[in-house]
T-cell receptor, first 114, second 114 residues
Framework: DAGVIQSPRHEVTEMGQEVTLRCKPISGHNSLFWYRQTMMRGLELLIYFNNNVPIDDSGMPEDRFSAKMPNASFSTLKIQPSEPRDSAVYFC????????????FGEGSRLTVL | AQSVTQLGSHVSVSEGALVLLRCNYSSSVPPYLFWYVQYPNQGLQLLLKYTSAATLVKGINGFEAEFKKSETSFHLTKPSAHMSDAAEYFCAVSEGSQGGKLIFGQGTELSVKP
């Protein structure tokens, strides 16, 4: 079975450029989560969707960050404009949506902003 | 509100020794609890989960965890450490809200010495 698929795996860009990270959740899962992981701050929840609707975006750092889920099989996280402090590994995870279901993570997108 | 505390950000054991990673939780409802493992440059992988069926839960790679309500603990153990167990381990509790959101601990890095 295919797991959560993220792209790109690695992205190097210059400050000020737009970055778009993509995620395909596990088929049949109805919740999707975007996390950011850094050495300093650990694992941070940015936003999550349930049935394609954003439920909690309180973790989104600022207006430069936006996320969409146009359908059940695709989500994007966009940073515009990017800054060096956005450098991190961004994980997407999906869940069956039940409390006991757990989260299933993708391999992550490593972003470096120069 | 739900929360998780992992005691010890770094744990070091010798190969063949017992592994014990500590996790305490706080939850206003009967909790669902999880342990995840993250190997370098990879996403988080579900090790095991407690969903009230049995207090002793067995997971992958020889790990197990015991739910102790009186101690609000969910410690992870493995009788004999292997070099391949070196990784970061995260404990998590289900928030209980819509969508299966998890609250993660700060993680414990396990080192295994030859």
């Amino acid at each position: 079975d295919a797991g959560v698929i993220q792209s790109p795996r690695h992205e190097v860009t210059e400050m000020g450029q737009e970055v778009t990270l993509r995620c395909k959740p596990i088929s049949g899962h109805n919740s999707l989560f975007w996390y950011r992981q850094t050495m300093m701050r650990g694992l941070e929840l940015l936003i999550y969707f349930n049935n394609n609707v954003p439920i909690d975006d309180s973790g989104m750092p600022e207006d430069r960050f936006s996320a969409k889920m146009p359908n059940a099989s695709f989500s994007t996280l966009k940073i515009q404009p990017s800054e060096p402090r956005d450098s991190a590994v961004y994980f997407c995870a999906s869940s069956p949506g039940t409390s006991g279901g757990g989260l299933f993570f993708g391999e992550g997108s490593r972003l470096t902003v120069l | 509100a739900q929360s998780v505390t992992q005691l010890g950000s770094h744990v070091s054991v010798s190969e063949g020794a017992l592994v014990l990673l500590r996790c305490n939780y706080s939850s206003s409802v009967p909790p669902y609890l999880f342990w995840y493992v993250q190997y370098p440059n990879q996403g988080l992988q579900l090790l095991l989960k407690y969903t009230s069926a049995a207090t002793l839960v067995k997971g992958i790679n020889g790990f197990e965890a015991e739910f102790k309500k009186s101690e609000t603990s969910f410690h992870l153990t493995k009788p004999s450490a292997h070099m391949s167990d070196a990784a970061e381990y995260f404990c998590a509790v289900s928030e209980g809200s819509q969508g299966g959101k998890l609250i993660f601990g700060q993680g414990t890095e396990l080192s295994v010495k030859p």
